[in-house]
């Protein structure tokens, strides 16, 4: 997601510079004033010997690696990657496997022979500086935006979306991947202590490590409703009828879910770790992770209180609205400038 909004914003804010994006068969994506070409399909000699080749024999003024990574043979141009998300540096334990090619060369690699590292947060900026050790001079913080889809939607829509979703009547909101980073186990514990609980629906996919987390959600009852699979175009409906969304995740390099649900008028409780409590700012409730009683009581105050639920969702709404893709794609440009007047300096 974060690749398409953040070329297309690109493409749309300087349209006389041409892109040539890389990517494999089955992610083609439209970018305006764009040329698409296959990534080579060899995952070490493809991506880190001929892949770089081919891009020296393109002559581009700068390269631009979305996903963090450069390859480990030489692009022969100046460097802009984006770092999103350290956590398997912060706890390997969260994930299924250390995969030592890419956390053990290729990223940190990257992070040291790129001109410049964009940071989608500045505790995503911290913690590069930490693990990897280099200047914070080379890193610039780009928050991510939000799609205008979110947005607080009329009465009519939503009572048309609760019915076609079946989605109930009252209900606490958890978006993301079921892992053990996301740190739903600490919100089902907190959720059925709750007085006058509404029901939960839990969106997202199942991810890794997740069998003791769906072991206790299959115990909790006909109350707790998981939407493994839901079309993206659902999602702000589903954001706008919930009371509230819990985020009570461990680590997020930035937080995506509780951004769009500000974006749609929802009030947000998150976690008090990495990058949560600078995208909420003032607009939300800040929990301690993995404090259950917190989250009850947070939760409950919120259910109940009709005016601090209001605030919630109108300093929200002028929170959300700060962050942009135009300005993400405008600030990155800023760094692809950059990275190029480094390599140039004498």
Known sequence: ??????????????PDCRLTVFGPRR???HVPNATYRLLPQTRLLGRHVQWPAIIRRLRPHAYFGPAGVLPLGNVGCPSVITVHDLAIYRNPRWFPGRQPLSTRFVVPRSVLRADVVIAVSENTARDVVDIF????????????????????????????ARVRLGLPERFILFVGTVEPRKNLETLLDA????????DLVVVGSWGWRYESIRDKMARLGPRLHHLESVDPDQLPAIYNLARVLAHPAWYEGF??????AMASGTPTVVADTSSLPEVVADAGMVVPAGDVDAWRKALERVIADTDLAAGM???GILRAAQFSWERAGQLT???VDDSIRARAAP
Do not use: C, N
């Open 1 to 14: 997601m974060y690749t398409s909004q953040i070329l297309r914003a690109m493409a749309v804010d300087r």
């Open 27 to 29: 992610a083609f994506m």
């Open 133 to 160: 050790g280099i200047d914070r001079k080379r890193i610039e913080v780009v928050p991510h935006g939000v799609s205008p889809k979110f947005r607080p939607m009329g009465r009519d829509e939503l009572a048309d």
């Open 191 to 198: 959720w059925v202590t709750m007085r006058d609980r509404p």
């Open 255 to 260: 937080g995506l879910p509780p951004l769009e």
């Open 313 to 315: 969702r109108h300093r």
């Open 333 to 335: 440009w800023r760094a």
